[in-house]
């Protein structure tokens, strides 16, 4: 068991990173012309305006939900004043609310997609592969709040976030922090580093074009001048 929590927990990272990483630099420079979102919108619209922008809101915020409330020092909330069980229950309120988000989106999304007979001949075995990876991670996700809500006082939330800054920080000695931690939080954790995984060889990929397309903000304008 330890030699597994290890593998999973301190290994499996850096595993996941590098084929998120080149992954998505190989198939950028070799398959271009499919790196995009492969919109069925002129199929069929259903709910598709509802649940794209419920999921997009939702996941987005919990990207940066998690990626802030993780790697943010433990010494850096000490020091305004905020205890680990505030954090906590922020963590719980907030995640709940953009997982709910999240979850109501790729539900319509699905339902759209899976009850239209043009929609579904569409559909490939990567697409089906990433949207209920997605919703098993996040249904994993919202139900740890309900193991969170039995001990708000943050120990096993500064035990994982220990674990994510040792982790990124590249230090041995990640996986030790949550070795006991219950197997929701576990198993969250594995299929959330499992979508990086599969990231890019689906649409996903995408999703690198989203936070490109921010470089367009300091662009030059481009004069555009009559003959």
Same mark, same amino acid.
């Given at each position: 068991m330890d030699y597994l929590n290890q593998f999973f927990f301190g290994i499996y990272p850096y595993i996941a990173l590098a084929i998120f990483l080149l992954g998505s630099l190989i198939r950028f420079d070799r398959e271009q012309y499919t790196w995009k979102s492969e919109s069925t919108q002129l199929l069929h619209a259903g709910s598709l305006r509802l649940g794209n922008i419920l999921f997009h809101v939702g996941v987005i915020g919990l990207f940066f939900g998690h990626a802030v409330g993780l790697l943010t020092p433990v010494w850096v909330w000490d020091t305004l004043g905020i205890s &680990? #069980?505030?954090?906590? !229950? $922020?963590?719980m309120v907030a995640g709940g609310v953009m997982g709910t988000l999240c979850l109501i989106g790729i539900l319509l999304l699905l339902a759209r997609r899976f009850a239209n007979d043009r929609l579904r001949a569409v559909t490939t075995f990567k697409d089906k592969v990433v949207l209920l990876w997605i919703l098993a991670t996040l249904s994993l996700g919202l139900a740890s709040i309900f193991v969170s809500a039995s001990h708000t006082d943050g120990h096993m939330m500064v035990q994982l976030m220990s674990w994510a800054q040792h982790v990124v920080t590249f230090r #041995?000695? +990640? +996986? @030790? $922090? !949550?070795?006991?931690?219950?197997? !929701? $939080?576990? /198993? &969250? /954790?594995? %299929? #959330? %580093? @499992?979508? $990086?995984v599969i990231f890019p060889f689906t649409r996903l990929v995408h999703v690198w074009s989203g936070f490109a397309s921010v470089g367009y903000l300091a662009r030059a304008y481009q004069l555009v001048r009559p003959r």
């Open positions: &680990h #069980g505030a954090k906590q !229950i $922020f963590a #041995g000695d +990640a +996986a @030790s $922090f !949550i070795a006991d931690a219950p197997l !929701i $939080f576990k /198993l &969250h /954790l594995f %299929m #959330g %580093m @499992s979508v $990086f």
